[in-house]
């Protein structure tokens, strides 16, 4: 939702779900898979690897 781009802006890395609001995506620093896609655990495996 809208409201979580004061938090997108405050976090030093930011990802929205492809399926997240425009506004949202528009703000963020990196997009993933939607939540169907498990874009979550995408970026998790990436950053854990």
Known sequence: ???DIAMFAWASHSVAMANAHEELKAVAD???ASHDEDGI?????????
């Open 41 to 49: 655990a995408v970026v998790l495996e990436r950053l854990l690897a």
């Open 30 to 32: 990196e997009v993933t």
């Open 1 to 3: 939702m809208p409201n």
